[in-house]
């Protein structure tokens, strides 16, 4: 069944979208959250055949016991800290209830009540430069389910399939689930900031060396919630659940779809069922997934097998002082090092360029400079040939270039010139520059003797200077350059042919 | 010497013999086969006998022969309570539902008495997922009592109690949840221990109630209990709730009570809720003439009072199901364990292997626990049942406050007849008053038999100490042990009727 959607615009118009997100965040910790049993998120481990990478509590086998993995709790409480959270003193795990053959002991531990972060910030920022600040809610630790596979029917999901495989290979992996609070006032942007909020804590978890945060190989799982509620309206509407959404693109692209969907059946006069819904990469679109009410009873009550997690202050704070540079922190720093316009550093995060272009600085290149070799000539030349701009040449390269440039050894024609031989291999700017025969023209009587000869060429020319139209000397230059074969300083050359012009 | 005499041995002086060489633990191992071969006909103590029990034998006494220094156990046979795992034989929790399951590790206390050289003789009958008093709702039948084989021999781990009452094992292992080791061992004359909850490592019991279970040893003599403590007590990595810490030598406060006889500087409590009000006459006086024993061994006898004790059964069956309900979840024949192969979903498989796999009085505490967790009745309830816990752990610290242990009857009567109280759950509840408060407070308990009731059958001691002073049953139940059997010219055990038929 196709959904009807109302044109993105006009449901901006009539409704105001609110946005919630759930990001589960897989930890590559060596072993799993409650066992030794090896972690199917750690590098060395995923491609693993199915049901290999597990022990009797995996399989949630009679007699089996929990017990915390110490290398999962420092983990969780570096992204609490990341995430701007507090640490609780003490947090405790809960048994959430319910039957499903991919949960081998029919409940999943998880924390409830008792998160061990909570009360959080993260600042995104738009590609126009904005930032936003998403109001984090909690991060809690718990296990991940096993993997069905349905087999025989024509979707590959559980309806009409002949029957289910499951892999309890993935049973027990250490997960963090990050819960914001509804973020409001997002507007035009939803599907953007939804994006960027995932990209930045893919970001973070990537900075704190936690997980591989590879969305398509499931270690960074976003579950998007959406309401939509009539201007003017204070009670926020019915939300939707959508899930499976394993790219950063397919954020954005549901969280529009949503808001296009949901708009639609309220403005016919509809309501919307609170449920969880999938996302079809393929066709861009959300089907509806089992309905979901605040009502579902997991029957949670303390996870008796477990004793409270109570990390020492010492460790917490160990932690914080071992976090790195937060990613928007160390773009606000750069931005104020480098003296970039929001604008300026909006492009060279968009492309990607940050650490290159500190590493170019670092090499001693202006950061001016750099950034405009970088999202200049090398940005053209890399778009080109569809590769990346760092893959051409190293930043040391770059510095080194333009300090032929400041030293007055090559112009930047010469120098784009000494780049190409760079990118095809030919060396480093010095090498490339002399195995070319590139280099200013700075003998004053060669270049004396080339005016005086394209002059004496054009005495057209030379009578409107000796008029007093200067801007015609550019043919005088023009000529002098050519036959200087670029080598020489243009704004040198000038200077000369006024000077001889005058003189004659 | 004969078959007969070994079997009469207790585990100490079994120990001594095969620690001189004058009997092999081929010798000692199978004249219990042979008693088990005899008389479990009639008792049904045994669910499984280990076929592999004799090469077990064999092998430490060819390590015996080969000088290895073994511990002091080594080649002593002894009895496991089906509720444990065990390597190679079938652990079924007395329940259809894990008939022929065989585990693929050994639960720690298992693995213990293994590392110590023990040989296991076989797995013990209980009642279904130790859910009873009197192991008649074990799905392979019920146990009887060997001292009149109408009766039943408690429960849950009836089938210990029976076997070493019957001299089929000089010791077993049993689990205490809410008076699993105490009550039987009261009932049938022998000796058991519920250790303080964390003492012996849960790793591997099939789980009734993670909070309230506890392994912990049966005997026919305070001094093999306290043999088997020493093995399969201390900290367990695998079970989180393991106590860290370094324990005395039970065996040794066991010599040096029994050595004493006196129990001078003692401070002994009588709880007043538990001496005569719900207390079957004849095991009052037996109870009060012990307390009497105890004042003349030089003991000081207090009465202490515990208020919460009249609320212990009520929160004690709330907590109970609870944490059952969940920790059942996983019998749902995916894995492991019964399925009714029918057509359907996978729920209707799962729900169709539970009905049938599970016994009625399982059903009825799942049901009740899933009922008192459900939203909605969680304060009322599993709040409720806690915050009573809570009540009573302060009535045992005011009571410990003024007496250094506690003492009370076992059980309120002495064992009824098989089927008197089968279609009564709440009678059958209301047994385990004198035992639920010690799992409720987390505190060790012990049963000791303290003479005959009017009907000739035995009737049990309990003491309680505070919470990791273990020490002090061990210490003050050898001393009253030895003043008992001085008056009874030996331990009451062999004052048993003979079992005379019903081979195997």
């Not at chain 2, 049901?367 to 967790?373: E, M």
């Given at each position: 069944m196709k959904d009807r959607l109302m044109d993105f615009d006009e449901a901006l118009e009539r409704y105001e979208p609110v946005l919630g997100f759930e990001v589960h965040v897989e930890l590559g910790t060596r072993t799993k959250m409650f066992s030794a049993a090896p972690n199917p998120a750690h590098p060395d481990h995923h491609d693993a055949a199915p049901n290999t990478l597990i022990d009797p509590l995996s399989l949630?086998?009679?007699?089996?016991?929990?017990?915390?993995?110490?290398?999962?709790?420092?983990?969780?409480?570096?992204?609490?800290?990341?995430?701007?959270?507090?640490?609780?003193?003490?947090?405790?795990?809960?048994?959430?209830?319910?039957?499903?053959p991919d949960t081998p002991k029919n409940y999943q531990i998880s924390q409830y009540d008792e998160p061990i972060a909570f009360e959080g910030s993260v600042e995104v920022q738009l590609a126009d430069g904005r930032r936003i600040d998403i109001p984090i809610e909690r991060a809690h630790m718990e296990e991940d389910a096993g993997k069905l596979t349905h087999v025989g029917g024509a979707t590959g999901r559980i309806q009409g399939a002949e029957y289910s495989l499951v892999d309890y290979n993935r049973a027990g992996v250490p997960l963090v689930e990050i819960v914001t609070k509804p973020i409001v006032g997002a507007e035009h942007s939803a599907p953007e900031i939804a994006k960027a909020y995932v990209a930045t804590i893919r970001d973070i978890v990537l900075s704190l060396g936690i997980s591989e945060a590879r969305m398509e190989r499931g270690n960074l799982r976003c579950d998007a919630n959406v309401s939509l509620r009539p201007r003017g309206q204070e009670r926020f509407g019915t939300r939707t659940e959508t899930k499976n959404v394993n790219s950063l693109r397919s954020v954005e692209r549901a969280v529009r779809y949503e808001i296009q969907r949901q708009a639609a059946i309220l403005a016919g006069g509809g309501t919307i069922t609170q449920e969880t819904r999938h996302w079809h990469e393929d066709t861009g679109t959300t089907s509806p997934?089992?309905?979901?009410?605040?009502?579902?009873?997991?029957?949670?009550?303390?996870?008796?097998?477990?004793?409270?997690?109570?990390?020492?202050?010492?460790?917490?704070?160990?932690?914080?002082?071992?976090?790195?540079?937060?990613?928007?922190v160390r773009r606000r720093r750069l931005q104020s090092d480098w003296g970039f316009t929001d604008l300026e550093l909006q492009d060279v995060v968009n492309a990607g360029l940050l650490d290159t272009i500190e590493a170019t600085v670092a090499a001693g290149a202006s950061p001016a400079a750099a950034r405009k070799w970088w999202t200049g000539e090398l940005a053209r030349v890399a778009n080109e040939r569809g590769v990346d701009a760092a893959s051409l040449v190293t930043p040391g390269h770059v510095a080194e270039l333009q300090r032929l440039v400041d030293e007055g050894t090559l112009t930047d024609r010469l120098a784009r010139q000494a780049l190409e031989g760079v990118v095809a291999g030919e060396g480093s700017p010095s090498e490339v520059a002399a195995a070319r025969g590139l280099q200013v023209v700075s003998d004053e009587g060669a270049l004396v003797a080339a005016v005086d000869e394209a002059l004496a060429a054009q005495p057209d020319v030379l009578a409107k200077i000796q008029d007093g139209k200067v801007q015609a000397a550019g043919a005088v230059i023009g000529a002098v350059m050519k036959a200087m074969r670029g080598q020489a300083d243009a704004a040198r050359v000038r200077e000369i042919v006024l000077e001889r012009a005058a003189q004659s | 010497m004969t078959s007969q005499d070994l079997t009469r041995s207790s585990g100490a002086e079994l120990a001594g013999l095969l620690a001189a060489g004058d009997v092999s633990s081929v010798e000692a191992t199978q004249a219990h086969l042979d008693r088990i071969a005899a008389v479990d006909g009639e008792l049904h103590a045994f669910l499984h006998v280990n076929a592999g029990a004799l090469d077990e034998a064999r092998a430490i006494d060819d390590r015996r022969a080969a000088g290895e220094r073994l511990h002091e156990l080594a080649g002593a046979p002894v009895a496991i309570k089906d509720v444990l795992c065990t390597i190679g034989m079938p652990s079924t929790s007395g329940s259809r539902i894990l008939e022929g399951w065989v585990p693929p590790y050994d639960a720690t206390p298992v693995a213990r008495l293994k590392a110590a050289g023990l040989v296991a003789l076989g797995k013990t009958n209980m009642d279904e997922f130790a859910m009873g008093s009197s192991t008649e709702h074990s799905a392979?039948?019920?146990?009887?009592?060997?001292?009149?084989?109408?009766?039943?021999?408690?429960?849950?781990?009836?089938?210990?109690?029976?076997?070493?009452?019957?001299?089929?094992?000089?010791?077993?292992?049993?689990?205490?949840?809410?008076?699993?080791?105490?009550?039987?061992?009261?009932?049938?004359?022998?000796?058991?221990?519920?250790?303080?909850?964390?003492?012996?490592?849960?790793y591997g019991a099939i789980a009734l109630a993670s909070s309230l279970d506890q392994v912990g040893p049966v005997s026919r003599t305070v001094l093999d209990s306290a043999l088997i403590h020493d093995v399969i007590g201390g900290h367990d990595p695998h079970d989180s709730t393991s106590l860290q810490r370094e324990w005395p030598s039970f065996a040794a406060a066991a010599r040096e009570g029994a050595a004493s006889g006196s129990l001078a500087g003692l401070k002994v409590g009588v709880i007043r809720e538990l001496d005569t009000d719900g207390i079957a006459a004849d095991v009052a006086a037996r109870f009060h003439e012990t307390v009497a024993l105890i004042e003349r061994a030089g003991g000081e006898v207090v009465e202490v009072s515990m208020p919460s004790v009249e609320y212990a059964v009520a929160a004690y069956y709330l907590i109970l199901p609870a944490e059952a309900s969940s920790n059942l979840a996983r019998f749902d024949s995916v894995r492991f364990g019964l399925r009714v192969e029918q057509g359907g979903t996978v729920e209707d498989v799962m729900a169709a292997s539970r009905e049938a796999g599970f016994g009625p009085?399982?059903?009825?505490?799942?049901?009740?626990?899933?009922?008192?967790?459900?939203?909605?009745?969680?304060?009322?309830?599993?709040?409720?049942?806690?915050?009573?816990?809570?009540?009573?752990?302060?009535?045992?610290?005011?009571?410990?406050?003024q007496a250094d242990v506690l003492v009370s009857p076992s059980a309120p009567t002495t064992a009824f007849r098989l089927g008197e109280k089968i279609d009564d759950p709440l009678a059958m509840y209301a047994n385990d008053i004198t035992t639920i408060p010690a799992n409720l407070a987390g505190i060790p308990g012990m049963s000791i038999p303290m003479g005959l009731g009017d009907d000739g059958l035995p009737v049990g001691l309990q003491l309680l100490a505070p919470h990791f002073e273990d020490v002090r049953l061990y210490r003050a139940g050898a001393t009253i042990e030895a003043l008992l059997a001085e008056q009874w010219g030996g331990i009451l055990a062999t004052k048993a009727p003979a079992l005379t038929g019903g081979a195997r």
């Open positions: 949630g086998l009679p007699g089996s016991l929990p017990v915390v993995n110490d290398e999962a709790i420092r983990y969780s409480i570096s992204l609490g800290l990341a995430l701007g959270c507090e640490i609780a003193e003490s947090s405790r795990f809960a048994r959430k209830n319910y039957y499903y997934g089992r309905p979901k009410s605040d009502a579902d009873d997991y029957r949670y009550f303390p996870e008796p097998d477990l004793l409270p997690v109570e990390p020492t202050r010492e460790l917490v704070e160990q932690l914080r002082a071992a976090l790195p540079e937060q990613p928007a | 392979y039948g019920p146990t009887r009592n060997p001292w009149d084989l109408e009766r039943i021999p408690g429960g849950s781990g009836g089938g210990s109690a029976a076997a070493v009452a019957a001299f089929e094992a000089p010791f077993a292992l049993g689990s205490d949840t809410g008076g699993s080791i105490r009550q039987p061992a009261a009932v049938t004359g022998s000796v058991g221990v519920k250790p303080t909850y964390g003492g012996v490592s849960r009085e399982v059903k009825r505490r799942i049901i009740l626990g899933t009922y008192a967790l459900s939203a909605g009745y969680y304060d009322a309830y599993y709040g409720s049942a806690q915050q009573v816990r809570t009540l009573i752990q302060r009535d045992f610290d005011a009571a410990f406050a």
